[in-house]
């Protein structure tokens, strides 16, 4: 027993370390290019700024390119109000259906908790694929030519889809085995004291079950806003496009010419930009560190790993 203890504790000593040394090191990364937050326009026209390189140009382009740049600001404002909704929509979904396949016998159970478990481990670009198919052939398609409206490459409702499927599965799991850890013999007995179904469910599962339900959200919130290759792939990226593409409720929104964060990131990177995509992804990790602290504080770590 004691092997075990000892063995567990040098994993556990291991894993922090080498984890600890990534975050470090990205810190360290980040941090000695904080200088080059700063640089104005006029500092990059004028040359006043040390860190050139032997070619001439400046080495660190945070500046006009991070927190300065409208881009970062638009895309910023894009992701949040894309995850907000895609949270809002998955939270009203998920729970009551959560709670319907913990309490009820549903005809194909079963196949419908492979579905969802087999979301979670597919592939992001998997779920973009899928998604094309699925809106440009068949009924979604003639539905589409009917709107006058292309579901793919938009920001309204193209964005929402593509990240709602990953994020709706993952607060699921968190749903269902809150639930599922509730014992409904505790509704049995508040129905038997006189209490209808749905006020059992609110005087007696859910308050236990609220810290599983906030952990669910935050798991929907933060798959939602790490969405990648589905958004990529179903819905491409907009910052290069013209201002005349986007409507004007975009425009008043400020989320024309923007791009997802984390494909922000991937864009940067391929135009050449390395330290913009790398103060752009440092964002993403500071957004998902408070988001899993949160979780932490409220107790919910059973229902994360």
């Not at 889809?161 to 509704?187: C, H, Q, Y």
Request: net charge positive; proline share 3%.
């Amino acid at each position: 027993m004691s092997g075990k203890i000892k063995g567990r504790r040098q994993f556990n000593a291991f894993f922090y370390s080498f984890a600890g040394f990534l975050f470090l090191y990205s810190a360290y990364l980040f941090l000695s290019n904080l200088d080059q937050v700063f640089v104005t326009e006029a500092a990059v026209k004028t040359r006043e700024v040390t860190g050139w390189g032997e070619d001439g140009e400046i080495l660190n382009q945070f500046a006009g390119g991070f927190w300065k740049d409208v881009y970062f600001w638009k895309s910023l404002n894009l992701t949040l109000i894309i995850t907000v909704l895609t949270t809002l929509i998955a939270t009203v979904a998920g729970v009551p259906a959560a709670y319907a396949l913990s309490r009820y016998s549903i005809p194909g159970k079963s196949v419908i908790d492979v579905l969802f478990s087999s979301l979670m481990v597919m592939p992001g670009s998997v779920i973009g694929i899928c998604l094309i198919v699925m809106f440009n052939y068949g009924p979604l398609w003639d539905l589409q030519n009917m709107l006058g409206f292309k579901f793919a490459h938009s920001i309204f409702p193209g964005m929402l889809i593509a990240s709602l499927v990953l994020s709706f599965a993952f607060g699921m799991s968190a749903w269902k085995a809150t639930f599922d850890s509730i014992n409904p013999r505790f509704e049995q007995v508040a129905r038997t004291l006189g209490s209808n179904r749905w006020q059992a469910f609110r005087t007696v599962t859910f308050p236990l079950a609220k810290t599983g339900i906030v952990t669910g959200i935050i798991l929907a919130w933060t798959r939602a806003m790490a969405e990648f290759s589905a958004v990529l792939f179903f819905c491409g990226t907009f910052g290069e496009l013209p201002a005349s593409r986007f409507s004007d409720f975009t425009k008043f929104l400020q989320m024309d010419q923007a791009d997802w964060l984390s494909v922000a990131v991937w864009a940067q990177v391929e135009f050449g930009n390395i330290e913009y995509g790398f103060a752009l992804a440092f964002v993403l990790v500071f957004i998902g560190g408070i988001s899993v602290y949160i979780m932490h504080r409220i107790g919910a770590k059973g229902y994360v790993w």
